[in-house]
């Protein structure tokens, strides 16, 4: 394939962003080339919500994205909200189920929606060129050159969806931060999101005793709760509910565990009291018998309920419902779904997703400072970013 032909854009990254702009362009009736070093499209996609890919959400609102200017993501969700891309999938047939908290999933397998986001680009008549290291990115007049491992191409525009750091065995790179700071554009440092949490010393060997089991808790860090399940590991902790935590917090704070979210705690106690009825049975309703074990050992129980006095039950209520623990570290890029930071909004339109210092310069999807929580929302950031860019080209 002779790929020397001045593009009308090229589109470095196949990801979920840079395949819904890719379509999103072709469909225009302009020449588009989508560029990917790894030797397949979508590879996260593949592998994401458990290989069924939580493909977007019900309700999605700029609430559940971190990003320095919390209103950058408005603009490209509201003109393509999740509606759009599920009236698209539905299009193409795709089988899929609502699990909780509104998040969609596809119900064989991801792969299902890999197929519609090819089919789109065919019918786009976009060109791929995969397996291609991309070696040099320069503006030159009336647009870019772009040196590649298949040779040097041209293009009017360029847009950026490579991605950021997270999962490198599937070929993420900070690509796309070395090319905003290339063009002057700044860069908000980095670090793993919607990853499980590691813990040190008696605390790494207490949790990994109770690897493999899950609790129904509320997680709070940063003034930010999250109530869904918890699950223990050999090194620490993982689980949505910790998954979402470990987005707000950061190094030498203590996360806060309410270890019993559907109960009022202090009145079930009370309540206890009165009829000087069993603590240990009213909590083995909630707990599998490793985690009661764990639990009493750890924090015995008040002797004696029926005489205990109101501090001694507000001091236990406390200990079940804000039970406070320091993890070390996060588990990293390699265990992270997706990376806070990256390119500062403030550099790029929030409507086009042009840079604003480099005309014809686009970037879309998880390269820029925008992380969205646990839910189907990085993807539907993706494919509104693609959708914003694509139809601003
Ligand atoms: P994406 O990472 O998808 O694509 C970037 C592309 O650029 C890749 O194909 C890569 O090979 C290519 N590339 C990188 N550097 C390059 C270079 N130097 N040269 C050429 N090509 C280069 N989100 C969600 O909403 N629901 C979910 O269920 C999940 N589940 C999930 C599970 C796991 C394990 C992970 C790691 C992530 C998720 N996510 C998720 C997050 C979601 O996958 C992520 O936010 C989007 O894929 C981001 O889309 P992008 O297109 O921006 O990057």
Not at 348 to 360: C, D, F, N, P
Not at 363 to 388: H, K, M, P, R
Request: glycine share 10%.
């Amino acid at each position: 394939m002779n790929l020397t032909q001045k593009w009308d854009v090229i589109i470095i990254g196949a990801g979920a962003a840079g395949l819904m702009c890719a379509a999103t362009v072709g469909y225009q009736g302009l020449a588009v080339l989508v560029i990917d070093h790894a030797p397949k499209a979508a590879a996260k996609i593949r592998i994401s919500g458990g290989g069924k890919c939580n493909f977007t959400n019900l309700d999605v609102t700029a609430k559940n994205f971190i990003c320095q200017n919390p209103h950058f993501v408005k603009s490209a969700l509201s003109r393509y909200p999740s509606s759009a891309f599920i009236e698209m999938v539905e299009r193409h047939g795709l089988h899929y189920e609502q699990r909780e908290l509104g998040k969609l999933f596809c119900k064989q397998g991801a792969s299902d929606l890999i197929q519609i986001l090819r089919a789109e680009c065919t019918w786009a008549q976009v060109t791929f060129s995969l397996k291609t290291e991309v070696n040099k990115v320069q503006a030159v007049a009336g647009g870019f050159q772009v040196d590649t491992s298949v040779g040097a191409l041209s293009c009017s525009k360029l847009v950026i969806a490579t991605g950021a750091l997270s999962f490198p065995k599937l070929k993420a790179s900070g690509f796309g931060y070395a090319i905003a700071e290339q063009f002057g554009l700044k860069v908000l440092p980095t670090r793993p999101g919607l990853v499980p949490l590691n813990f040190e010393g008696k605390w790494h060997e207490r949790i990994a005793e109770l690897s493999g089991l899950s609790l129904d808790v509320a997680v709070s860090v940063g003034g930010k709760c999250f109530h869904e399940a918890m699950l223990f590991t050999h090194q620490g902790l993982s689980g949505p509910s910790i998954l979402q935590a470990s987005n707000y917090w950061r190094e030498g704070e203590p996360i806060q565990i309410n270890l019993l979210p559907n109960s009022n705690v202090l009145d079930d106690l009370k309540q206890l009291r009165k009829q000087a009825s069993s603590l240990n049975r009213w909590l083995g309703q909630f707990w599998p018998k490793r985690f009661m074990q764990f639990w009493l050992t750890l924090y015995p129980a008040p002797e004696d309920i029926a005489n205990a006095s109101d501090e001694t039950l507000e001091a236990y209520a406390r200990q079940l419902t804000e039970w406070s623990l320091y993890p070390s570290e996060t588990a990293g890029y390699d265990k992270a779904e997706v990376t806070l930071g990256g390119v500062d909004t403030d550099e790029v339109s929030s409507k086009t997703l042009e840079a604003k210092k480099q005309h014809g310069l686009y970037f879309i999807g998880e390269v820029l400072d925008v992380t969205g929580q646990l839910g189907g929302y990085n993807f539907q950031w993706a494919w509104a970013s693609g959708v914003a860019c694509g139809t601003a080209i």
